[in-house]
């Protein structure tokens, strides 16, 4: 059965632009008979918030947002994501690093990419034989690390279109296992969503250079025929172009509804946002559903204004065309 997943991250509050990459998910999935899994992507532990699990899980309630299985945490799968590193590891497709951070940036043959990312030089590349090696040479816990193969990783995006990425070269070998053992973003949702029998995937387009990684690790793994279908969409952001965060005021959905602004009204500035224009006033998720089409969304980034915050909290009107461009 043709299945996707939400999967909030409880390393915050979930805001206007995760509201509307997962209502458009939501839209997508309820149109074409998609199920819906919830999945809590809690591995992030220092960042982790106390209590915004059940936050994220109350706010996309409040927007009519439901699922039909879930929520699962990450965080009780460990053992699913150590047999796959043991895997990688016992193949040599993955290798221990101890490079810290600083010693990564400090690199002299660091190269980095156009957005300015440190690419990793592949210092620990062959250098230790094993984990435990790494370990007793360097007295330091290492990290693991998917030896990036080398040429180009080409995809089909179902929203932004044909891409190609060379990770070895754009990318560099990345993390996979953090020194404490965690199992790091790009292999949890591999295997996540493998076993999940995940096929749709819909995510903002700060994400899009994670699926040439992505697919690298379902090949490795032994996974290729489970590789899914991506919607990369563009993403909210402040009219510095930037993701929104706490430097744009507090756009949390959580503020909103302490605020006592009506879901509709949320719903009503998603929906200008999915290139449905006017929103009807009171309106719910489900009554998008009819008017949804994901060749009407806007292509580019969209900036949320002064004029729609301000009306979000009643106190301005709206004009009739759709967000900023960014």
């Known amino acids: 059965m043709p299945t996707t997943r939400l999967a909030p991250s409880p390393t915050g509050a979930l805001h206007l632009g995760n509201a509307r990459t997962f209502l458009v998910n939501w839209l997508l999935a309820r149109q074409n008979g998609w ?3 919830l999945r809590v992507e809690d591995l992030d532990g220092p960042r982790i918030k106390s209590g915004a699990d059940q936050l994220a899980i109350e706010d996309l309630l409040w927007l009519g947002i439901d699922w039909d299985e879930g929520p699962i945490y990450q965080t009780a799968r460990s053992k699913k994501y150590e047999a796959a590193i043991k895997f990688l590891l ?4 993955a290798y221990a690093c101890t490079c810290s951070r600083k010693e990564v940036e400090q690199a002299a043959s660091a190269p980095h990419a156009e957005d300015g ?7 620990c590349r062959g250098r230790f034989a094993s984990v435990e090696e790494a370990r ?17 990783v080409s995809f089909e995006d179902h929203f932004a279109g044909p891409q190609q990425f060379d990770v070895a070269r754009q990318l560099g070998d990345f993390v996979i296992a953090k020194a404490d053992g965690t199992a790091a973003y790009q292999l949890a949702v591999v295997v996540d969503d493998a076993e999940m029998g995940v096929t749709d995937i819909v995510r903002g387009d700060d994400l899009l250079d994670s699926t040439p990684r992505q697919i690298l690790l379902y090949r490795a793994l032994g996974l290729a025929d489970r590789i899914p279908r991506y919607f990369h969409l563009p993403i909210v952001v402040g009219l510095d172009g930037r993701r929104l965060a706490k430097r744009h005021g507090d ?11 009506p879901p509709s009204r949320v719903l ?3 929906a200008r946002w999915c290139g449905i224009n006017p929103p009807v006033a009171g309106i719910r998720a489900s009554d998008l ?8 969304l806007p292509r580019e980034r969209i900036v949320l204004t002064a004029e729609e915050e301000a009306w979000l909290r009643g ?3 709206l004009s009739p065309v759709l967000g900023g461009e960014g």
Request: glycine share 8%; aromatic share 8%; charged share 20%.
């Open 35 to 37: 199920r819906i899994v």
């Open 90 to 93: 016992d193949s040599n497709l």
């Open 117 to 123: 990312l440190i690419i990793y030089p592949g210092t």
């Open 136 to 152: 007793r040479e360097t007295g330091k816990p290492p990290a693991i690390r998917f030896a990036a193969p080398p040429g180009v």
């Open 251 to 261: 756009t949390r959905l959580t503020f909103y509804r302490e605020q006592g602004v």
């Open 268 to 270: 009503a500035l998603l």
């Open 289 to 296: 559903l009819d008017s949804f089409q994901l060749d009407h």
């Open 315 to 317: 106190s301005g009107p």
